[in-house]
């Protein structure tokens, strides 16, 4: 991974919870709070998708939610990056044995970084919101 | 455009004001809030269906993960449920150190719900204050359990890990910070003009109505019901301890039953929660803190037990009640989980009525709503318990239609 010297600009996050247990969900709160502290990087939670770079998702998609997770990353510009937060995501975790799961993730929309974790500690996230710059300014340079 | 028309706003599942998706459908006349209604279910995983082909050991793990702000809620609500059939004694000082992790849980899941409640009036540098020291409470437990959400600590007949006596200082030194800072976060959250002018008066519950639909934990303490498992039905450590419900009395107030009074029950729990840990620690009894180190004579106990139960704990929203029903086998028969948001969210359509659009995000963030906690369905027929799914259920309603036009 190499980073370009700046930032061309903030990483705007859009957060999605696709029937998380939480725990994934305070983490990102956590991780944008004080102690660890992004949002010297421009990096911060939006409240439209509309507004956002990168589609922060948690949970394992319950059957209502794959097709509002469909319609949120329909309506983010492009460049996107979606990230996923949590093994419950990645694999179903230990809900993967649910009749109610229409994920993992990766099966309702493309996935670009994944964070492994149950939950993910802060400075896992921060690690893949910084691989998630690299794809996106590898997406903006076209190649 | 006739301007007096209702309008029906739906908020959610996904919008900025909810951490967690839920859907509220609103009636509004004006800026006035007429009728209000909820539609939980998007979270719903199916646990409780999972949880009847696991063994009681492995479904503590996903009793964690039912919600990651309870950590400790629901694993210990099981537990206890499946002790009491088994017949499973806990040591004393796994009781004491089940109860030092539930008060730190409430410590951290209580600045959680006021930097949220901050940020939910606009008030964003008190939630990154309240978030700030919440992490000082995150360290403590994760320095105990070595997790910081989804501790993992609860194992049917007692804990995980124990906390030992080098642990101690550590652990006095955060409890430390907290009290020196308790002034400061009373002043900040209660003696403030924003908070005071948005939050006084606004979701009014009234003891009648609280008593009525149920309402659990510091919802129902701000509205002066006297109603606390740790005081009522002491278990774990509680019964040792001297502690007694907090009502919006504590801080000198009569009791309104309004969000102000909401904040003042949790602010002031978390002095309470501060204390106890304090007093655990000092009469901490030795011993082991497991009823049985291997794993293979917990589940064989298990596999012999037969019976039903209910396992209670007094979470940081409320009362949780999981009922287990065991039957000779691996896994329980049946299992039921009532977390403290679904007693507490019915109030949502009372409180929410006659209230202005604003203050819609404070007043749905003042019962601490946990959706994750609350999304099941069960529906008991003939007496065996069935889970149906969506397509069940659509499948069972085309069927009726069907049978209606024949």
Not at chain 1, 81 to 102: D, E, I, P, R, W
Not at chain 2, 186 to 214: H, N, P, Q, W
Not at chain 2, 380 to 403: A, P, V
């Amino acid at each position: 991974m190499k980073l370009t010297n700046s930032l061309n600009r903030s990483l705007w996050v859009f957060h999605f919870n696709a029937g998380s247990c939480n725990g994934c969900d305070i983490e990102i709160v956590a991780t944008l709070t004080p102690r660890y502290d992004p949002e010297r990087f421009g990096v911060k939670l939006v409240g439209s998708p509309r507004h956002a770079d990168v589609l922060l998702v948690t949970g394992p998609v319950t059957n209502q939610m794959a097709d509002r997770l469909r319609r949120v990353y329909a309506q983010m510009p492009s460049p996107k990056v979606v990230m996923v937060v949590g093994t419950c995501g990645q694999s179903g975790g230990v809900f993967h044995t649910s009749y109610n799961l229409a994920g993992p993730i990766d099966q309702i929309i493309p996935v670009d970084v994944y964070v492994p974790g149950c939950a993910p500690r802060p400075e896992a996230i921060i690690n893949g919101v910084v691989t998630a710059i690299a794809k996106l300014e590898r997406l903006e340079g076209g190649k | 455009m006739a301007g007096n028309v209702p309008y029906k706003i739906p908020i959610g599942p996904i919008h900025p004001a909810l951490k967690e998706p839920v859907h509220i459908e609103l009636t509004v006349m004006g800026e006035e809030v007429i009728g209000a209604d909820f539609t939980p279910g998007q979270t719903h995983r199916g646990i409780e269906w999972m949880g009847l082909s696991r063994n009681p050991v492995q479904i503590v793990h996903l009793t964690d993960r039912i919600c990651g702000i309870c950590g400790v809620t629901h694993s210990l609500s099981f537990a206890r449920a499946v002790e009491q059939i088994a017949g499973i004694t806990v040591p004393e000082r796994g009781d004491y150190v089940r109860t030092i992790i539930a008060e730190f849980e409430r410590i951290q899941s209580h600045l959680l719900w006021a930097g949220v409640a901050a940020h939910e009036l606009g008030f964003d540098s008190l939630f990154y204050l309240a978030w700030r020291v919440r992490e000082d409470a995150m360290d403590a437990i994760e320095f105990i359990t070595g997790n910081r959400v989804n501790y993992d600590i609860i194992q049917i007949g007692g804990t995980r890990r124990d906390i030992t006596i080098d642990q101690y200082a550590k652990i006095r030194t955060c409890l430390k910070t907290y009290k020196d800072l308790f002034s400061k976060l009373k002043k900040l959250f209660l003696e403030d003009a924003v908070i005071k002018s948005r939050c006084i008066g606004t979701g009014l519950l009234s003891f009648e109505t609280a008593m009525a639909y149920s309402a659990v934990g510091p919802t129902s303490r701000a509205s002066g019901v006297t109603a606390d498992l740790r005081v009522d039905y002491p278990y774990c450590a509680y019964g040792d301890l001297d502690i007694k419900p907090v009502l919006p009395t504590a801080y000198g107030k009569d009791v309104n039953g309004d969000t102000y009074d909401r904040i003042v029950v949790r602010i002031f729990e978390i002095a309470q929660s501060i204390e106890i840990i304090e007093t655990c620690l000092d009469n901490m009894p030795a011993g082991p803190v497991l009823w049985e180190e291997k794993v293979v004579k917990i589940l064989a106990a298990c596999k012999k037990a037969s019976g039903e139960a209910v396992g209670r704990h007094e979470a940081p929203r409320g009362e949780a009640v999981h009922y287990v029903a065991m039957d000779n086998a691996d896994a329980p028969i049946a299992w039921k989980v009532k977390a403290s948001t679904y007693s507490n969210a019915h109030v949502w359509p009372i409180i929410l009525k006659g209230a202005q659009l604003a203050d819609i995000p404070i007043i749905v963030a003042s019962i601490d709503p946990c959706m994750s906690c609350t999304d099941r369905v069960a529906i008991t027929d003939n007496g065996s318990t069935k889970i149906f799914t969506k397509e069940q259920l659509s499948k069972m309603s085309y069927e009726k239609t069907r049978r209606m036009l024949q």
